[in-house]
C-alpha cells in the first residue's frame, strides 16, 4: 500500500508560478502521474513521469508551461506550474502507478492522493 500526500497548491495570480510536491511512503517505485478536477468536469491528465525520469508526458494544454519531476532518494514528485492561467484552476491529484510503462489514463494508476486546491485569479 502506497500513501500520497500533496501539498504547495493555493491561490496565484494570472501568469504566476506554483510547485506543486507529493511524497510517497515506501521507497518511491512507481510511475508517477499529476491529474486534476475542475468542478463539474472529468478528471483529465496533466503530466506523468517514469520510474527514472527519463521519459514524460505532458497534456497538450499544459506543455510549455508544466514540468514534471521526480526525486526518488526524498520520495518525492513535484510539478513545476508556470504562466497559469485561470483556466488551470482545479484540484490536482498525484497518482501512482506499479506498472512501469507511462500512461496518461486515470484508470491505470493504482494509488491516489486526496487532491490539493490551485485556483488561479484573473
Known amino acids: 500500500q502506497v500513501q500520497l500526500v500533496e501539498s504547495g497548491g493555493g491561490l496565484v495570480q494570472a501568469g504566476g508560478s506554483l510547485r506543486l510536491s507529493c511524497a510517497a511512503s515506501g521507497r518511491m517505485r512507481y510511475t508517477m502521474g499529476w491529474f486534476r478536477q475542475a468542478p463539474g468536469k472529468e478528471r483529465e491528465f496533466v503530466a506523468a513521469i517514469s520510474l527514472n525520469g527519463g521519459t514524460t508526458y505532458y497534456a497538450d494544454s499544459v506543455k510549455g508551461r508544466f514540468t514534471i519531476s521526480r526525486d526518488n532518494a526524498k520520495n518525492t514528485v513535484y510539478l513545476q506550474m508556470n504562466s497559469l492561467k485561470p483556466e488551470d484552476t482545479a484540484v490536482y491529484y498525484c497518482?501512482?502507478?506499479?506498472?512501469?510503462?507511462?500512461?496518461?489514463?486515470?484508470?491505470?494508476?493504482?494509488?491516489w492522493g486526496q487532491g490539493t486546491q490551485v485556483t488561479v485569479s484573473s
Open positions: 497518482a501512482a502507478r506499479t506498472a512501469w510503462l507511462v500512461t496518461t489514463r486515470a484508470d491505470e494508476y493504482d494509488y
